[in-house]
């Protein structure tokens, strides 16, 4: 029996850049308040999706608020505390990068979000691009070093939770004896990049292991996933990035001495959807109008080392043309599908610009009605090169509610997702996976 299909709706929101915010419908003045995030929670939780999930950063790129909110956002775990009290079976996955904080506080903080929620908090483990001016540090510290960092602090944080299990809590009026001390226990944690004592001022709701997601795919960030992670939130612009994304990982795990399905891929979808193909190419069109062709050249020359300032548009970019990539690209995992990409297709600068590589994060796309969505996915699923997405709707708020209350039950009518929750914490939606007799 094949798993059931995972699936997040991303908070982003990517429905408003581009010229999507300038929309009458788009609601883009609530944005920095609750209800703009609850009214999207609110409908996948109807389409009985496992989780919402608000990507972030730290800092501010102050040339891209001319042009739409960006990455400018409340912060996730806040916003997802909010949320928690209005909904009751998604998930609420919040990201924490692991080069900024002190871990005590984010280990406090999830664990917060998972009593407030009742068990539905997750966290997605970033380890961050940029803002590092904002935290005292002139450069940002290498890749290898934010993953050594990230896998101490996870390590810990994890400590931390485990330092005040739930046994220890006992409310016994009748005795009263509120807690077992001898149950709580400091960690005594003294690493390469943290000394903590503990134990965490927070007992374990004792839901089961809270749910974590990694991003970020170069050969070290894999590791890190295989041994830590549930979910991998990926970037994979074609299907067959995608299942040798899989395919490896599930080795990796496999060689950590965890099952190959402990870790689920789960890609980054963008969804351009309309009532028919036409309108949803006018949707995508419309959107990518605007694009600043300067900075999308920026970004591919920061990626690859190459300069098209002045190339012709026509002009094919071959293997010849490509520099060795860069010591120390901001993302490896972007740069390197992208120079996947130009090695393959010897694209135009042109082409280029309505690539998802150089576009969309490097995300999977797709433009047309839901139920062509519908099939897409269901080949990707087929070919094992998924075990889920992550929605990330762009156009207009209509291609939202369409990937919510079109494309996902289209997929559930399919017998390729849940018709319904059968429990009420973020782990046991990522466990109940089993397919159900097909309708
Ligand atoms: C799909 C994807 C999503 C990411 N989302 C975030 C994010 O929301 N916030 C952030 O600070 N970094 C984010 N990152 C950056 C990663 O955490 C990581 O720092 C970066 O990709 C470098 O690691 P790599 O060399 O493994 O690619 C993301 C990376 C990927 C691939």
């Not at 891209?64 to 209005?86: I, K, N, S, W, Y």
């Not at 809590?169 to 509120?178: N, S, V």
């Not at 960690?187 to 991003?215: C, I, K, T």
Request: net charge negative; proline share 7%; charged share 20%.
């Amino acid at each position: 029996m094949a798993a059931q299909l995972h699936i997040g709706m991303s908070l982003s929101p990517t429905w408003l850049s581009g010229e999507g915010w300038r929309r009458p419908d788009s609601g883009v003045e609530g944005l920095y308040g609750a209800d703009f995030a609850l009214d999207v929670a609110r409908r996948a939780e109807a389409a009985h999706l496992d989780f919402v999930f608000r990507p972030d950063t730290l800092y501010l790129d102050r040339a891209m608020v001319e042009t739409g909110p960006g990455f400018g956002a409340l912060d996730p775990t806040l916003l997802m505390a909010a949320l928690a009290r209005e909904t009751a079976h998604i998930g609420l996955l919040t990201t924490v990068s692991t080069t900024f904080w002190p871990p005590y506080v984010v280990a406090r903080q999830l664990q917060s979000l998972n009593w407030l929620s009742g068990g539905r908090a997750g966290w997605n483990i970033v380890t961050a691009l940029d803002g590092q001016r904002n935290f005292g540090m002139e450069a940002m510290p290498d890749a290898a070093a934010r993953y050594a960092r990230a896998e101490e602090f996870v390590d810990l944080v994890k400590k931390l939770w485990a330092s005040y299990p739930a046994e220890a809590l006992l409310a016994d009026r009748g005795t009263g004896r509120y807690g077992d001390a001898a149950l709580v226990q400091p960690v005594s944690h003294r690493g390469e990049s943290f000394a903590v004592e503990g134990p965490l001022n927070l007992p374990d709701p004792g839901y089961g292991p809270m749910p974590l997601v990694q991003a970020g795919a170069s050969e070290r960030g894999r590791d890190f996933a295989a041994a830590v992670a549930d979910a991998i939130f990926a970037s994979s612009p074609d299907r067959g990035v995608a299942a040798d994304l899989r395919a490896d990982l599930r080795a990796r795990a496999v060689r950590q001495g965890r099952a190959a399905d402990a870790i689920r891929v789960l890609p980054g979808l963008s969804l351009y959807l309309a009532g028919s193909r036409a309108e949803a190419r006018d949707l995508h069109a419309a959107t990518y109008a605007r694009v600043n062709r300067a900075r999308k050249l920026a970004s591919v020359r920061e990626m690859t080392g190459l300069d098209l300032e002045s190339w012709p548009g026509d002009r094919p970019i071959t293997a010849a043309d490509l520099p060795p990539m860069p010591a120390a690209p901001r993302s490896r995992t972007h740069a390197e599908l992208l120079r996947r990409m130009i090695l393959r297709e010897a694209p135009t600068p042109d082409e280029l610009m309505t690539r998802p590589e150089v576009m969309a994060s490097g995300h999977w796309q797709i433009v047309g009605t839901p139920a062509e969505a519908a099939d897409e996915i269901a080949a990707w699923h087929a070919a094992g090169a998924i075990d889920g997405v992550v929605l990330l709707p762009g156009g207009s708020a209509g291609s939202m509610h369409l990937s919510l209350e079109a494309l996902v039950p289209e997929l559930a009518g399919r017998g390729l997702f849940r018709q319904g929750y059968s429990g009420r914490s973020f782990r046991g939606h990522l466990e109940e996976s089993r397919k159900p007799e097909a309708a």
